[in-house]
């Protein structure tokens, strides 16, 4: 270590004998006049009284200061030993120096501040206990004034403390070429006449190792500039304020070096891994970090084309930032610089700058970032920052690393509303999972401010509590999965930011309490490409606004998919997007549950508007309460609402409305869609009291092969057409299905069209003296399962019509009926007359079978009244044109009151025709129990009134 040494030992090894041999017999000569001397009391180091024996100490003495004294150097001083125990402390007066010809061994502190200490035995030991301090700031900083260190053989403890105030020559003398062994705590400063010195080591710590603490004060120290440093250990680092600097390497390395450290405390430091050099880097901290000034792991300060490596980061506990600038690498004078990849325990800024690469990468590398705790980001300031990849293009030219980030627990944004977070902001591709929980509750936050392709996971939920937050900031497809629930409370969430299209699933449920999630925000770049949102859970809005986009010139309908059992609002909470009259783009509301999802409006200031609402086939929309709102508009269309094929719209006793904000909505049932109405007054009667409220101009389409369902126990009014906006034809029913399990289901128009059929499931249709009109001639458009026809009210001489028109050859059957028990079916089967129209009503009579129908005189045969004991009590009313047909008629057992002697012989039919009763045939036994009939064989029909006889 010390080169007078070495030049002794190999050039004059028979002189170094002789001079072994004499100091030996010196060392006996001195040893019997050696004192041994331990402090009484804290004094000046020159007063005799101050040690015991009392004497005031000589070179050869051996001194020990005691727990508890401050010993004062105050004059030129003289020992042999100096042995300081535990609380025991020496001290100087400016100037003043103590000369050892022995040992110095430290267990309490020294401070050799302004003062010198002079070792003039070569070889001598120098220890530092387990809890020594010595501070070295000596009057004489020159090489003979560092006697100390380079004549001494070094033995620090791992927790001694050694601080260097000054050092003699900076430039070309490192610490470790002096000193034997490793550190303790060792504390650096190289501020030198006010001038901060740059104090390159040369790589000596890799081989005299700082066990402790590596403590930068008020200093510029440099671990290597050589390029031979691999692979370092250091207790731990600490840069105590703003004139703390440590660079790891400075300058080209031509390999990797990895520094390993416990921990780094950064109290406005200035910590640089490879500074203005290419090379790479790992530092490793098996521990914390604390920032509060400025680290990057490599840092080009403006030198062209170099700093070019990679950098690698592992913190296996916490780091934590409140201020300053985290970098890994910080480069903006390099086109190719490398990637950055890290590893955390826990991560949490609180302020400052925080960018893990904020250069330009050319390779198209992936930096890998993983947090195996929480990452939770906490600032005040408007000006914090944190960055992945933070930079999208350097004089030109773009910058394409991509971003594979993954947080193992929760992340957690929030603070600032002008602060920033941003996951990368390059052109290459980005990847993030959060395996926690994800909350955001203020600062601008943005996935994706690059333009490029983004892919987002959240394994549990995302809560939006406040602040901004963009899954896509800029232009790139995204594809986001929320595999639990998105919650809005506050703030704003924007799906897609850009002009690309996006792709976000939530499989857990989306509950909204306040704030606005917009499926595209950009008010000045319109986009033509979808956004699309599936929920597999529930939709509960209790306030705050969803907008499918906020730019009236995007060409794209933006689409959110509903596949929970749930869709619930309610407050002053808002649907909508924007659109303009010369661009009037919906987005659209798909109800997709493969199964039933109820549907609850409980508040009046909740608005849907400018969407479209479609429930899809498969899906069964159930109004459970609240009615169902339909957005209005400018234009007159009907497709605000649509029932798709084979979709059911399950109003129940609620109401379909328009928020009347426009002049015009509508609704349209499609090819097999099913709408099951409850409502007492009916579907449709151009008043605000059926199904369909008519106010706002609410219009309505219904494909012919669409159903009307009117079900439930309570009466229901069955509405027709030519009222308010029902005018045209595709206003009237396809397909008009009564399932009534209790009341009955009456006709209230006299413009009843159903256009494909009648499905007579279960209960009554009564016709109510009105006329049922079935446009298509099918022999099947009429259908009965549980169901019939009411023709007659009580025995009126008055009933209303079942027409048939364009009748088709076949059975056709019409279920009359009385009660549920009663039934009475007529049919008919034509052979002439295809194409025409068919009408058919029936009403019971009293036994006299008065009164008779308007324009019959008589119910005479052969001159004889014949109503009482040879007529049932039945009549039919037939007009059917050019038809001919063989028909039955039925009737009940307990209308046929004809005497015994005919109530069950065969009945035949006779008609009304030209003023007078014909006998037109047929057969039937007659019935007083159950239902009868007669058959009639090709009877030609006109305008007939039946009866049996």
């Known amino acids: 270590m010390m080169q007078a040494r070495f030049y002794i030992i190999m050039l004059r090894k028979p002189v170094l004998t002789v001079l072994l041999l004499l100091a030996m017999i010196l060392s006996g000569m001195s040893s019997a006049m050696a004192v041994n001397r331990i402090s009484v009391t804290s004094g000046n180091f020159a007063t005799a009284t101050t040690w015991s024996p009392s004497g005031i100490p000589s070179a050869t003495d051996q001194l020990t200061i005691q727990n508890g004294h401050t010993i004062q150097v105050n004059t030129n001083c003289n020992a042999g030993i100096l042995i300081i125990n535990e609380g025991g402390k020496l001290q100087y007066t400016n100037g003043k120096k103590l000369t050892l010809n022995g040992g110095f061994l430290v267990y309490g502190t020294a401070d050799i501040i302004e003062g010198d200490l002079e070792q003039?035995?070569?070889?001598?030991?120098?220890?530092?206990?387990?809890?020594?301090?010595?501070?070295?700031?000596?009057?004489?900083?020159?090489?003979?004034?560092?006697?100390?260190?380079?004549?001494?053989?070094?033995?620090?403890?791992?927790?001694?403390?050694?601080?260097?105030?000054?050092?003699?020559?900076?430039?070309?003398?490192?610490?470790?070429?002096?000193?034997?062994?490793?550190?303790?705590?060792?504390?650096?400063?190289?501020?030198?006449?006010?001038?901060?010195?740059?104090?390159?080591?040369?790589?000596?710590?890799?081989?005299?190792?700082?066990?402790?603490?590596?403590?930068?004060?008020?200093?510029?120290?440099?671990?290597?500039?050589?390029?031979?440093?691999s692979n370092t250990e250091i207790g731990s680092i600490e840069l105590k304020n703003v004139n703390s600097y440590l660079d790891l390497h400075s300058g080209d390395h031509p390999g990797t070096f990895t520094v390993t450290t416990n921990s780094i405390t950064n109290i406005g430091g200035t910590m640089n891994g490879l500074y203005n050099g290419n090379g790479n880097i790992n530092l490793v901290v098996n521990g914390d970090v604390l920032n509060l000034g400025y680290i990057e792991l490599i840092y080009n300060s403006g030198v062209q084309n170099t700093s070019l490596g990679d950098a690698t980061l592992k913190v296996t506990g916490k780091f934590k930032q409140t201020t300053g600038d985290f970098r890994g690498i910080f480069n903006l004078s390099s086109m190719n610089s490398g990637k950055a990849d890290m590893e955390f325990g826990d991560l949490e800024i609180t302020g400052g700058i925080f960018m893990s690469h904020y250069a330009c990468h050319t390779a198209g590398e992936t930096a890998t970032i993983n947090v195996l705790g929480d990452l939770i980001i906490d600032v005040i300031n408007a000006n914090a920052k944190f960055r992945w990849n933070g930079l999208t293009t350097l004089s030109g030219t773009n910058c394409n690393l991509q971003l594979q980030l993954t947080i193992h627990g929760d992340l957690l944004i929030k603070g600032n509303q002008l602060a920033e977070f941003t996951s990368s902001g390059s052109t290459g591709m980005e990847h993030v999972l959060v395996k926690g929980e994800a909350i955001i509750e203020g600062t601008n936050a943005n996935f994706n401010y690059g333009n490029h392709a983004t892919q987002l996971r959240f394994e549990k939920s995302l809560y939006v509590n406040g602040g901004t937050l963009y899954l896509s900031r800029t232009n790139g497809p995204l594809q986001a999965t929320i595999l639990q629930n998105l919650q809005m409370v506050a703030g704003t969430l924007s799906v897609q930011g850009g002009t690309s299209s996006a792709n976000i699933t939530v499989n857990g449920r989306y509950n909204q309490a306040g704030g606005v999630m917009m499926l595209h925000n950009n008010?000045?770049?319109?986009?033509?490409?979808?956004?699309?949102?599936?929920?597999?859970g529930d939709f509960v809005q209790q306030g705050g606004s969803v907008v499918f986009d906020n730019n009236n010139s995007s060409t794209a309908s933006h689409k959110i998919s509903l596949n929970g059992d749930q869709f619930t609002r309610s407050g002053n909470s808002s649907i909508t997007t924007t659109i303009s009259a010369m661009n009037p783009v919906y987005g659209i509301l798909y109800f997709d549950n493969q199964g039933t999802t109820g549907y609850s409006e409980s508040s009046s200031a909740a608005v849907i508007q400018h969407v479209k609402q479609v429930i899809s086939s498969g899906c069964t929309l159930q109004v459970t309460a609240g009615n169902l709102q339909v957005a209005s508009s400018s234009l007159n269309t009907n497709d605000y609402l649509m029932v798709a094929s084979n979709a059911v719209l399950d109003l129940g006793i609620h109401q379909i409305y328009t928020n009347g904000q426009q002049p015009y909505s509508g609704l349209t049932a499609g090819d097999g869609a099913r709408i099951r109405i409850a409502h007492p007054e009916g579907w449709y009667n151009g008043t605000a009291n059926a199904a369909v409220k008519a106010t706002g101009n609410m219009a309505y389409s219904l494909h012919a092969n669409s159903i009307i369902e009117y079900y439930g126990n309570g009466s229901q009014v069955v509405t027709g057409t030519g009222t308010g906006t029902a005018q045209n034809s595709d206003s009237q029913y396809g397909v008009l299905e009564i399932n009534k399990t209790g009341g009955s289901a009456k006709l209230q128009s006299g413009q009843l069209f159903v256009r494909t059929g009648v499905d007579l499931t279960n209960g009554e249709l009564a016709l109510n003296n009105y006329n049922l009109t079935i446009l298509s001639g099918s022999p099947h458009a009429i259908k009965s399962t549980n169901g019939y026809i009411k023709s007659e009210l009580n025995a009126s001489p008055n009933s209303g019509q079942v027409i048939r028109m364009n009748i088709e050859q076949g059975n056709h059957t019409i279920p009359f009926g009385v009660t549920p028990s009663s039934k009475i079916p007529f049919s008919f089967s034509p052979s002439l007359g295809l194409g025409n129209s068919f009408a058919v009503s029936t009403r019971a009579t009293a036994s006299d079978n008065r009164p008779l129908p308007a324009g019959i005189t008589n119910i005479n045969y052969n001159g004889t009244d014949i109503a009482r004991d040879r007529v049932i009590d039945r009549w039919y009313f037939i007009t059917a044109p050019g038809i001919t047909a063989d028909y039955t008629v039925s009737y009940l057992g307990d209308e046929n009151s004809t005497s015994a002697h005919y109530a069950n012989k065969n009945f035949s039919v006779m008609s009304w025709q030209a003023g007078k009763w014909i006998i037109t045939g047929g057969t039937g036994s007659g019935e007083t129990t159950g239902t009868g009939n007669d058959r009639i064989k090709q009877q030609k029909l006109g305008k007939l009134v039946t009866n049996s006889k």
């Open 120 to 229: 003039t035995l070569q070889g001598a030991t120098f220890k530092i206990g387990e809890k020594g301090i010595v501070t070295w700031q000596p009057f004489d900083n020159t090489l003979n004034g560092a006697s100390l260190f380079t004549r001494s053989h070094e033995n620090f403890h791992p927790t001694s403390t050694l601080v260097i105030n000054k050092w003699y020559n900076y430039t070309s003398v490192p610490l470790g070429t002096v000193i034997t062994g490793n550190f303790g705590n060792l504390t650096l400063n190289t501020l030198y006449n006010g001038l901060l010195y740059e104090w390159n080591q040369d790589n000596q710590f890799h081989y005299h190792k700082i066990l402790g603490n590596l403590s930068i004060e008020q200093g510029w120290v440099v671990l290597d500039k050589s390029g031979a440093i």
């Open 523 to 536: 008010s000045t770049e319109s986009t033509g490409a979808v956004v699309y949102m599936t929920l597999f």
